[in-house]
T-cell receptor, first 114, second 117 residues
Framework: AQSVTQPDIHITVSEGASLELRCNYSYGATPYLFWYVQSPGQGLQLLLKYFSGDTLVQGIKGFEAEFKRSQSSFNLRKPSVHWSDAAEYFCAVGPPDSGYALNFGKGTSLLVTP | EADIYQTPRYLVIGTGKKITLECSQTMGHDKMYWYQQDPGMELHLIHYSYGVNSTEKGDLSSESTVSRIRTEHFPLTLESARPSHTSQYLC????????????????FGPGTRLTVT
């Protein structure tokens, strides 16, 4: 069955510390991969995306993600977290045979402490 | 910059009422989607449309209906609201132009938080 897994429901980091949010997927072929961020009471904003090519992709707000085919992973990273990064983060995949629908993980809630 | 709007942002309504959640986009996107999101859960696709007069049900069974009479407008209707419909509803659209892969990128509205009492 096709699935997207975000193993960490909640993560707490100190401001200025590095961050890594995990995402694993299960699909027959390499899907298109996305990370979205959702602030409280808001819709989802695209952080970055991977379709093909360089497996390390850069996004907005200083985020990056690395696609690892052998691990079926697409982890999101940021070297130094800011308090404004506190939000819900969603990994999503778009399999080529899905008819353009995206499948989302359950999300990881990030708390940033002073 | 994406321009996709949802109204109302918040709605509290009694059981049995008919409601329509509005979604509009000004980008000329053909593809539009409705997702339902509960706290701590992933987004579930409930409806989507590939263009005018095209509507399909998504993965999650929903008692709601949608229509797509105009490209920019994709309203969602609940004929008789129930407490089980309490949730956040997110509308999205995607751009079919350009490279095929870019059509997967979805732009989201701010959402409507619905509470049925």
């Amino acid at each position: 069955a096709q699935s997207v897994t975000q193993p960490d429901i909640h993560i707490t980091v100190s401001e200025g510390a590095s961050l890594e949010l995990r995402c694993n997927y299960s699909y027959g072929a390499t899907p298109y991969l996305f990370w979205y961020v959702q602030s409280p009471g808001q819709g989802l904003q695209l952080l970055l995306k991977y379709f093909s090519g360089d497996t390390l992709v850069q996004g907005i707000k200083g985020f990056e993600a690395e696609f690892k085919r052998s691990q079926s992973s697409f982890n999101l990273r940021k070297p130094s977290v800011h308090w404004s990064d506190a939000a819900e983060y969603f990994c999503a995949v778009g399999p080529p045979d899905s008819g353009y629908a995206l499948n989302f993980g359950k999300g990881t809630s990030l708390l940033v402490t002073p | 910059e994406a321009d996709i709007y949802q109204t109302p942002r918040y709605l509290v309504i009694g059981t049995g009422k008919k409601i329509t959640l509005e979604c509009s986009q000004t980008m000329g996107h053909d593809k539009m989607y409705w997702y339902q999101q509960d706290p701590g859960m992933e987004l579930h696709l409930i409806h989507y449309s590939y263009g005018v007069n095209s509507t399909e049900k998504g993965d999650l069974s929903s008692e709601s209906t949608v229509s797509r009479i105009r490209t920019e407008h994709f309203p969602l209707t609940l004929e008789s609201a129930r407490p089980s419909h309490t949730s956040q509803y997110l509308c999205a659209s995607s751009d079919p132009l350009g490279a095929r892969s870019s059509s997967y990128e979805q732009y989201f509205g701010p959402g409507t938080r619905l509470t049925v009492t």
